[in-house]
Each structure stands twice: as C-alpha cells, then as structure tokens.
Nanobody, 123 residues
Framework: AQLVESGGGSVPAGGSLRLSCTVS????????LGWFRQVPGQERAAIAH???????FVADAVKGRFTVSQDNAKLAVNLQMNGLRTEDSGMYYC??????????????????WGQGTQVTVFS
C-alpha cells in the first residue's frame, strides 16, 4: 500500500487548508485512514481518523475546526482545516491500516505512512 499527501502550505492564522491523501493498494472494504501531526521536538500525535462510514476520531485540540472524511470513490482521505492557528503548524502525515478505527490513536496502530506534508500557520 502507498499513501501520497498533497495540499500543505503556508497560510495566515484564521485561514483554511485542505489536505488530501491518495491511497493505493488498500482497496479493501475495511480500512482505517487518518492523519498525524508532528511538531519539532515532539512525538507525532493523532489528529483525526475515519473509516468508510465516516469520521471516527478528531483530537480535542482541533475539534470543531478540522473535518476528516474518506472519499470511497477516489480511495482518498481528506482533512479540511478551518480556523487555523499558529499551533497547528507542523508536518502532517497520512496513515492507514486495514480493519477498524476503534481506539487507533497510536503510531504503532498504523502500518502505512505517507511522506508528510508541511503546514505552516503564521500570525
């Protein structure tokens, strides 16, 4: 399986970005796809994940501002980020695994990772 992210960039605080991740090799009925974020000096943290039926987790720090969704027709997972804050800056990684999404919030829960896309929010 392979995950390829796109959509990162630099935006002012309050702006929006949409990250997309194209999936190949995961054409199975049950798959969990999501996003992690890494800030320099910190471990990667789960931001959101979704299965084919919809969102299954959104981190408290981004709840109400970020929306995750799987595009089953295009085999992709998207992260719509609105109301961006400077603390949202970091490297965003698309992640995937076969099976359910229940309580899959650790790095070790995912066996396929994208290369990462940088998001920078400036004040």
């Amino acid at each position: 399986a392979q995950l390829v992210e796109s959509g990162g960039g630099s935006v002012p605080a309050g702006g929006s970005l949409r990250l997309s991740c194209t999936v190949s090799g995961y054409d199975v009925d049950s798959r969990c796809l999501g996003w992690f974020r890494q800030v320099p000096g910190q471990e990667r943290a789960a931001i959101a994940h979704a299965d084919r039926d919809g969102p299954t987790f959104v981190a408290d720090a981004v709840k109400g501002r970020f929306t995750v969704s799987q595009d089953n027709a295009k085999l992709a997972v998207n992260l719509q980020m609105n109301g961006l804050r400077t603390e949202d800056s970091g490297m965003y990684y698309c992640v995937g695994t076969i099976g359910h999404c229940y309580r899959r919030d650790k790095e070790s829960d995912y066996d396929v990772w994208g290369q990462g896309t940088q998001v920078t929010v400036f004040s």
